[in-house]
């Protein structure tokens, strides 16, 4: 091979170049371990290279922040920015394109070839060498096609569906997760909101005994002390109404953050009086329980493992018996010779042929019973997970209506304890103005009526959250909410 200066140092600077981006993209100097063990590792090359990567994960979706958001509204925005639908998304959309590659084993292979060939030789012809010109132009299609199998190509077909299936079920699942995800920290935002309104209400009543009692002292009707106490438990109301914000704050973002919005967002939702807080199940255990194992999607899959796995199995059984297959194609050759000193001369003829193959395998050494024992293994371990994730659903739906009932009626018992709490305050303060009760009596109702509030605040959010947990377990939420769950 011969080449010009110029143009051999541009292939020489070329293969060095990339001689040193191959060293650099994979790794060689980043392959090295620290320099000892009571030092960070650094790597000299992942700096440039791992910012440019982490710039294409930004996510520039921004939540209004004058907008009030519902539930439903939340729920479609994390369905749309979450990447973990996208994920699940494209997965079902790579086993879809598995299912058709699958199918089209049912067709024939058409394939279409063009051959040139051009040579120029010596041919020793006595005591001499003769230059010879050959030259050869063809073009032809073949058909191939698979008649017969015993049916191997239609349960490697069934295993594609069965996969797709169970692909499209954990692509519900995702977004089953998600709902659930964003309805429990959206009511735990709710439950933040309401304690922080509960701790300004105790604030402003703390502040009411203290004029109070400020007021009584000043009349000479009460002493140094009772101001003291009633200022201390003001105190204590304002510390409170700081955790509360800081507990508001971070129920805030960790909603902010299911959405892929910034954790520092400005998020508003709806209040937790605006919430119509349910007053009974109104399903039995058995009707619930019914219908998760109907539609939970986490079942589903395993159920479509088991059609997956008997596919395997009828498929490792049609290795047994032979294939009948076709194979062939038709042409056109066309041919040029010449050789000195004789005139050149051209040719051309149609070229075809076909065949019909008939394959069996006689003897393998065992590997087609083996095959079928670890696809009949497979299967049994499906129904085994299958069984598995059957009985925990069950669990699941129990644990979730035992924890529902369970917070109806905390739910009516702080409805009682509030009201109950907040006459009680009313009494003792209005009592205290006229002077038939002591402050301690006060400061008593009043802290009795901080935890009222605390309660119901609480009570309130958990039958939400306990819902909303058993419409989880029992896959409700796929058909309740406004999100999209088909790909």
Not at 176 to 184: G, P
Not at 348 to 362: C, M, R
Request: include cysteine; proline fraction near 3%.
């Amino acid at each position: 091979m011969h080449c010009s200066n110029e143009w051999c140092f541009r292939i020489v600077k070329g293969s060095v170049r990339g001689l040193f981006l191959f060293l650099f993209s994979t790794g060689t100097w980043a392959q090295q371990v620290p320099s000892s063990p009571d030092r960070i590792w650094q790597s000299p090359a992942a700096g440039s290279s791992f910012r440019k990567l982490a710039s294409r994960l930004r996510n520039d979706f921004k939540l209004s922040p004058t907008e009030i958001y519902s539930l439903p509204q939340l729920i479609d925005i994390a369905e749309q920015q979450n990447p973990e639908t996208r994920g699940a998304w494209q997965s079902a959309k790579e086993q879809a394109a598995a299912l058709g590659i699958a199918r089209s084993e049912l067709y024939p292979t058409l394939a279409a070839t063009a051959l040139g060939e051009t040579s120029r030789t010596g041919v020793l012809l006595f005591s001499s060498f003769v230059n010879q010109v050959l030259g050869f132009g063809e073009g032809e299609v073949t058909l191939s096609y698979t008649a017969f199998d015993f049916g191997a190509r239609l349960d490697r077909i069934a295993r594609a569906r069965a996969d797709l299936l169970s692909a499209n079920f954990g692509f519900n699942d995702v977004h089953l997760r998600i709902i659930f995800q964003v309805m429990r920290l959206y009511y735990q935002l709710l439950n933040a909101n309401g304690q922080r309104r509960a701790a300004e209400a105790n604030l402003q009543n703390a502040r009411a005994v203290e004029e109070a009692a400020q007021a009584r002292l000043d009349h000479g009707l009460a002493t140094l002390p009772d101001v003291l106490e009633a200022r201390s438990t003001r105190a204590q109301a304002e510390y409170d109404l700081q955790t509360t914000i800081g507990s508001e704050e971070t129920a805030s973002g960790d909603l902010a953050t299911t959405l892929m919005a910034a954790p520092s967002s400005e998020l508003h939702i709806q209040g937790i009086d605006a919430m119509s807080v349910p007053k009974e199940l109104g399903e039995t255990i058995h009707d619930l329980t019914a219908r998760a194992l109907e539609q939970r999607p986490d079942l589903l899959a395993r159920l479509a493992e088991i059609q997956g796995a008997e596919a395997d199995i009828r498929q490792a059984r049609s290795a047994y018996y032979p294939n009948l297959g076709f194979q062939g194609h038709y042409g056109f050759l066309r041919a040029y010779g010449q050789q000195t000193p004789l005139p050149g001369a051209y040719g051309g003829a149609p070229d075809y042929d076909a065949q019909l193959t008939l394959s069996w395998t006689i003897f393998d050494g065992g590997r087609r019973r083996n095959q079928v024992e670890q696809s009949r293994s497979a299967e049994k371990a499906a129904e085994a997970r299958a069984e598995s994730t059957r009985d925990q659903v069950a669990d699941e739906v129990w644990r979730a209506y035992s924890n529902a009932k369970t917070a109806l009626r905390q739910q009516q018992s702080a409805t009682v304890l509030l009201e109950a709490s907040s006459t009680s305050y009313n009494a003792a303060f209005e009592s205290y103005n006229l002077g038939v009760r002591n402050l301690l009596d006060v400061l008593s109702a009043q802290r009795a009526l901080a935890q009222a509030r605390s309660a119901d605040i609480t009570a309130r959010s958990q039958v939400l959250t306990d819902f909303a947990d058993l419409a989880y377990r029992t896959a409700d939420l796929l058909h309740r909410s406004r999100g999209t769950t088909k790909p």
